[in-house]
């Protein structure tokens, strides 16, 4: 009895010490290896390919799962930055059906189905993902199909750069939410206007046009006019308009530093002259304040929620974008590779001494600086993301032929189409046509969620938005009117 207990303890840690993941980071083909371990363990938390379940999510969103709709778009920008790294195509079948599943009918990541969470951080998670599809030269969708991914990343900059989105409450600036029925639609904040930042950035680079970069620039300037950037180059989270966002939620997380500083970095590569020299300046400010910040003893640390470990879902991941995020800066702005280097080193080294849980004794974990896998938060996919992120961003280092990212003029083959989502803002409950009825299940209560979350909103408006309340009013009676379709019966 004792000796075979013994022997199952000892065959049990054997396992484990095999399971737990071993990377030689001077190693190419050692990374590698890791990688793919990491994005299958990954990919074990998309359940989108099973019978019922819906093409292009993670599962949810809450309360139907852990994970809001923006993670999904997110996790397939992980998986094409692990091909383009690594070279392994395993997932690209299933990042192309996810990518096409998820346009929305108006091609352009407004599906009706997460309206009651869409913000234009998530809109714009998904718009930077095709993009980065066009700059790293993914496979493209059939040439028969519009949706090719330049051109969905236009549709989303568009509808953000629609008026509508741009209302003159703090000065200018985007909101959070989309619809006006969410929680959230009167707080402009870092995320929204940051991916929208790095997207015109990012157009700028690719195709030229000076368009994108003009809203690029405006974006920068706003963030500094209402002191979300402050003069260390802190960025905070955002702050509500009925005080004009001068009451400022002063929380900084890692993703808001890595979409501007990779953002400044597409602008020091697009610009010439006097105004490379100002976006050079603000990459080395950004980047000194993102390691300031963000790494301690040279290890990513999420810094507002993993002390106290109260990091959300969504936090969870936020690590990976900013390894990605860093990695291509030193990529498209050389001078910061001496200093971006060293600190993805010893925060990767770090993040993989948490692969030990699980199941499978591999699952990564989340408190890198401890250097071991903890629960709370145990697994999830923010985790996984994390430390793929980390692990083939740095092929860089070890892989000079590692292209950067593309454009129109240097190997980028995507298909555009500049008046993509032109027009209107793509907000179809402003207006009066029922929308195409695609969606069956789950519309009556979604309707019925924004129609209370309406009448919420416009009692709570009341009291101190006078000047709104009436075309809060009118949108709602048009609201009531949308949902006589929704709630009609089909045939
Ligand atoms: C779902 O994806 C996994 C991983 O790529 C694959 O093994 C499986 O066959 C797929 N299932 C379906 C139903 O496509
Ligand atoms: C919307 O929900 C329906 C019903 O669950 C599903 O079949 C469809 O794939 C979903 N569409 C998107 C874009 O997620
Ligand atoms: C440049 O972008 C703007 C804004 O999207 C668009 O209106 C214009 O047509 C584009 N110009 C060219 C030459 O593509
Ligand atoms: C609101 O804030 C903006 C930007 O900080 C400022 O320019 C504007 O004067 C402020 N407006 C009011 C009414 O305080
Ligand atoms: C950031 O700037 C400070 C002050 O100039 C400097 O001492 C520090 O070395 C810089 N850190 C990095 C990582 O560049
Ligand atoms: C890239 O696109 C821009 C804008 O459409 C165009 O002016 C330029 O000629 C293109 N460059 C190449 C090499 O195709």
């Given amino acids: 009895m004792a000796f075979s207990r013994a ?14 993941l071993e990377v030689d980071l001077e190693s190419a083909d050692s990374i590698r290896r890791a990688a793919r371990s990491v994005a299958y363990d990954l990919m074990t938390f998309y359940e989108g390919n099973q019978t019922g379940q819906t093409v292009g999510i993670l599962p949810g969103p809450p309360p139907a799962g852990d994970y809001y709709w923006w993670q999904g778009g997110a996790m397939w920008g992980a998986l094409i930055d692990y091909w383009h790294f690594t070279g392994d195509a395993t997932y690209n079948p299933q ?7 998820q346009t929305g009918v108006d091609n352009n990541y407004m599906p009706r189905n997460w309206t009651a969470s869409l913000g234009n951080d998530d809109q714009g998670f998904w718009g930077m993902t095709v ?13 028969d199909d519009d949706r090719q991914w330049l051109a969905l990343a236009q549709a989303v900059f568009n509808t953000q750069a629609s008026p509508e989105r741009h209302d003159d409450y703090c000065n ?85 530093a890595a979409v501007f500083l990779q953002g400044a970095a597409y602008m020091y590569a697009y610009t010439e002259g006097d105004e490379q020299a100002v976006w050079k300046d603000r990459v080395t400010q950004l980047l000194n304040a993102t390691i300031r910040v963000f790494f301690q003893d ?65 699952m990564c974990g989340f408190k890198w600086k401890e250097g071991l896998f903890t629960t709370p ?78 009448m919420a909103m416009l009692a709570w408006m009341s009291m101190d938005e006078k000047t709104e309340e009436q075309i809060f009013k009118e949108r709602a009676e048009k609201e009531k009117k949308r949902a006589s379709y929704l709630f009609a019966p089909r045939t």
């Fill in 377 to 454: 938060p145990g697994t999830g996919a923010g985790q996984q993301m994390n430390v793929l992120g980390a692990l083939s961003s740095y092929m860089i280092v070890l892989d000079e032929t590692i292209e950067g990212p593309a454009t129109n003029g240097t190997g980028g083959t995507s298909k555009g189409n500049p008046g993509a989502g032109t027009g209107d803002s793509g907000e179809w409950w402003r207006n009066d046509e029922p929308p195409p009825m695609a969606d069956k299940v789950g519309a009556g209560f979604l309707t019925a969620f924004l129609l209370i979350s309406i």
């Fill in 131 to 143: 993009l980065l599809a066009a700059e790293n030269v993914f496979p493209n969708p059939p040439v």
């Fill in 172 to 256: 200018g600036g985007m909101r959070w939410q989309i619809p006006m029925s969410n929680n959230g639609y009167d707080y402009k904040n870092s995320i929204a206007n940051g991916c929208f930042f790095n997207m015109g950035a990012r157009l700028a680079r690719y195709t030229g046009n000076d368009s994108y970069a003009e809203w690029a620039r405006t974006t920068w300037d706003w963030m500094v006019g209402v002191q979300y950037i402050d003069d260390e180059y802190n960025i905070y989270d955002g702050a509500h308009i009925q005080e004009n966002c001068t009451v400022i939620n002063r929380a900084q997380f890692s993703y808001n």
């Fill in 298 to 362: 040279g290890i990513a640390y999420e810094v507002s929620c993993e002390t106290g470990m109260t990091c959300t879902t969504d936090m969870l991941s936020f690590k990976g974008y900013l390894h990605r995020w860093m990695a291509t800066t030193a990529q498209i702005a050389p001078f910061t590779k001496e200093t971006i280097v060293p600190v993805l080193k010893t925060s990767t080294e770090a993040a993989v001494k948490t692969c030990t849980g699980g199941t499978n004794g591999r």
């Fill in 95 to 101: 990042i192309m059906e996810a990518l096409l599943h």
């Fill in 7 to 20: 022997f199952v303890a000892l065959v049990a840690m054997t396992g484990a010490a095999l399971a737990a």
